[in-house]
């Protein structure tokens, strides 16, 4: 390991753990683990945030964090995801949900607890992102999710290292495995020491391409070991980003050009599932080409309703709401009969996450959009009359297009021929060639 790298370590070190003992620790209250609770199809999972505003400068409240946990909670929801601790919304989320414990003992919500991690220089004008050095602002990142662990035991089932922190395109804070692995070994030597509970999951959640599914270049001894020490393998996969990047599989190929728009549609997200089963795949098979089995789930996998990207009209024709229904049943399906959790992405509308760009796809990823009207995905559940007396920000939950299918069905987006796709990758390559 590198020396920079040990410094890190005696730093954090110092900084935690001077004053601790484990005896400090009471991780008696835990009832349910992480083992038992992934790939449980009773434990719904999905990626949370509760950011109302175009700014994550704006906290929400904690009467915000409460109204959103009822939502969920109705809607069969008993495991998140989080992001970071540096915010507030985290620690205030735990506090939340303990007290709503407190308050109904039938009460479930556990968490993913996600902890941010940067290369050095990340989101600077420095010229040079240092890959293998920690950001400094790691070591207190890892300090607080340590700290929140500890405090909400019988909430807190599962620790993340770094949100898609390995993969390549992340150019503004990606790092090498040898930072996530030793950031994950520090967190199982806390477990082993009883700093932690012992239940406690350990995991990076992550493209499925770092994790070995994808190209030769993320193939190294660091990744290696950190799938041999992480309690399991939470992968990303997103066929509606590929639709552009990778987009073969989109395609309306030949045979399928008699078929009705509708009928198109359908069989163009046959296509998408095939592909994240692939991905998904993919690293399986790199996971036991190392002679290893653990289990692995999806951190993350999603599909926008609106985009005025790549993936929109104009462009691979792959967003809308009717797309993206399809798809979270097609993936809840999948997940629920192999047994396998998937944090969907995600739970409601977050527009700080493209602000410059309001109908840019990062923004509406939500099954809830931000006026509190459920999206094409969960209509049944509207229908269901769960979130009778729920609101969201003083909003009852409605349905978006007012319920009416045949106004949604008009805003749907038919797929390009397989043929057109073709012909601009052609023109992509030409261009990038000259």
Known sequence: MKLKIVIAATLIIVTMFACSKSSDHDFSNIKITAEEILGDPYYRAISFGAYRESTRDIQPTLAQLREDMKILSAMGIRLLRTYNVHYDEAANLLKVIREMKAEDPDFEMYVMLGAWIDAKNAWTDEPERIRDVDDPRNITEMARAVELAQKYPEIVKIIAVGNEAMVHWATEYYVEPSIILYWVNHLQDLKAKGELPETLWITSSDNFASWGGGGEEYHNEDLNELIRVVDF??????????????????????????????????????????????????????????????????????????????????????????????????????????????????????????????????????????????????????????????????????????????????????????????????????????
């Open 233 to 434: 393998i939470s992968m990303h996969t997103y066929p509606m980003h590929d639709t552009h990047y990778n987009p073969l599989f989109w395609g309306v190929p030949e045979d399928e050009y008699q078929l009705s728009d509708r009928e198109k549609v359908h069989r163009a997200m046959d296509r998408s599932l095939d592909y994240a089963v692939m991905q998904f795949d993919s690293v399986v098979d790199y996971m036991r080409s190392l002679g290893v089995e653990k289990p692995i789930h999806i951190g993350e996998t999603g599909w926008a309703t609106i985009s005025n990207e790549y993936y929109g009209e104009d462009g691979a024709n792959a967003i809308d709401e009717y797309k993206a229904g399809l798809y979270h049943q097609m993936i809840r399906d999948w997940s629920d009969e192999n047994n396998i959790s998937v944090f969907y992405f995600e739970a409601f509308d977050e527009p700080w996450k493209d602000a410059g760009n309001p109908m840019g796809s990062e923004n509406h990823f939500g099954l809830i959009n931000l006026q509190a009207q459920a999206k094409f995905a969960i209509w049944d559940l509207v229908d269901e009359g769960i979130f009778e007396g729920l609101t969201r920000d003083g909003m009852p939950i409605t349905k978006t297009y007012n319920g009416n299918l045949d106004s949604l069905l008009q805003d749907v987006l038919v797929p390009p021929t397989l043929a057109e796709i073709k012909e601009r990758l052609a023109a992509r390559e030409a261009s990038a060639d000259n």
